[in-house]
């Protein structure tokens, strides 16, 4: 005979723990109208899959928030931005997780979750705008983005310049002063963090390999190991699924052999 259904949902205590963590006294609508996949998702996402790995809560929500922003999640990434606010993630790393995915995701897709944000901080009152956090000038942004680059990526920058075609060799200053010098240099999360979210987003947008692996090669040089990469991974597994989980070991395993 078929089971019955009695719409009951039965969640472990790590799951319910998990989530009360992020979202105290949340009333899902979802548990009223799709049970089952509460249960299974729930049960999986905020149990099995954080039990796996190191990282800390804060971390898991902030390349969370990245990699939803990358998704186009505009739904899921409100509710994160509450989590994280919730946990201890401030608003100004919350704009910088915002701010460092335009040159990576694109402004087009980007401005609707700024106006989402900013409408979840009025909520919370939370005056806008913060604080600025950058860190360089018209003047200076080619020089400090380039240092920042070698720094990260060391002498591959060089020879992306000597190998690029003039008429595209304004692409690669573009890199150096906008991408690094307008963003990554900026105040309020540091150059680790940075590269953790970074990687998060690439791996969420999907056919972005060649970076991908350019960005564990980066995230290996300023102390994000191996494993703390598969960690990050794995974390966005239940937001990214499984083909582009897959794509992105790949990519760890061609770039860090076992």
Same mark, same amino acid.
């Given at each position: 005979m078929?089971k019955?259904?009695?719409?009951?949902?039965?969640?472990?205590?790590?799951?319910?723990?998990?989530?009360?963590?992020?979202?105290?006294?949340y009333?899902?609508?979802?548990?009223?109208?799709?049970?089952?996949l509460?249960e299974?998702f729930? &049960?999986?996402? *905020?149990? %099995?899959?954080?039990?796996?790995?190191? $990282? !800390?809560?804060?971390t898991?929500?902030?390349?969370?928030?990245?990699?939803?922003?990358?998704?186009?999640?505009?739904?899921?990434y409100?509710?994160?931005?509450?989590a994280?606010?919730n946990?201890g993630?401030?608003?100004?790393?919350?704009?910088?997780?915002?701010y460092?995915?335009?040159?990576?995701?694109g402004?087009?897709k980007?401005?609707?979750?700024?106006?989402?944000? &900013?409408?979840? *901080?009025? %909520?919370?009152?939370?005056?806008?705008p $913060? !604080?600025?956090?950058s860190t360089?000038?018209?003047?200076?942004?080619?020089?400090?983005?380039?240092?920042?680059?070698k720094?990260?990526?060391?002498?591959m920058?060089?020879?992306l310049?000597e190998q690029?075609?003039?008429?595209?060799l304004?692409?690669?200053?573009?890199?150096?002063?906008?991408?690094?010098?307008?963003?990554?240099?900026?105040?309020?999360l540091?150059?680790?963090?940075?590269?953790?979210?970074?990687?998060s987003?690439?791996?969420?947008?999907?056919?972005?390999?060649?970076?991908?692996?350019?960005?564990?090669?980066?995230n290996?040089?300023v102390?994000?190991?191996?494993?703390?990469l598969?960690?990050?991974?794995?974390?966005?597994?239940p937001?990214?699924?499984?083909?582009?989980?897959?794509?992105?070991?790949?990519?760890?395993?061609?770039?860090?052999?076992?």
């Amino acid at each position: 005979m078929p089971k019955m259904n009695s719409n009951k949902i039965i969640l472990t205590k790590a799951a319910i723990e998990n989530h009360e963590e992020l979202w105290p006294d949340y009333k899902s609508k979802a548990k009223e109208t799709d049970p089952e996949l509460i249960e299974v998702f729930d &049960n999986w996402a *905020f149990d %099995e899959v954080i039990s796996v790995s190191n $990282l !800390e809560t804060k971390t898991r929500v902030m390349i969370i928030l990245a990699s939803n922003i990358a998704s186009q999640a505009l739904t899921e990434y409100k509710m994160f931005v509450n989590a994280a606010l919730n946990v201890g993630v401030t608003p100004v790393e919350v704009k910088e997780i915002l701010y460092q995915s335009v040159p990576y995701v694109g402004i087009a897709k980007v401005i609707d979750f700024i106006y989402a944000t &900013n409408e979840i *901080f009025k %909520e919370r009152n939370i005056a806008l705008p $913060l !604080e600025g956090q950058s860190t360089t000038t018209k003047e200076n942004r080619l020089e400090k983005g380039l240092a920042l680059q070698k720094d990260i990526f060391g002498e591959m920058i060089d020879k992306l310049y000597e190998q690029s075609p003039k008429n595209q060799l304004h692409i690669q200053q573009f890199l150096s002063a906008n991408c690094f010098g307008d963003y990554l240099t900026r105040n309020g999360l540091d150059v680790r963090t940075r590269e953790l979210l970074t990687y998060s987003m690439l791996i969420s947008m999907g056919g972005t390999e060649s970076q991908v692996k350019g960005h564990i090669r980066g995230n290996v040089k300023v102390g994000n190991d191996k494993q703390r990469l598969i960690d990050v991974t794995t974390q966005l597994l239940p937001y990214i699924g499984y083909p582009r989980t897959l794509n992105a070991l790949n990519c760890l395993n061609e770039v860090i052999p076992e």
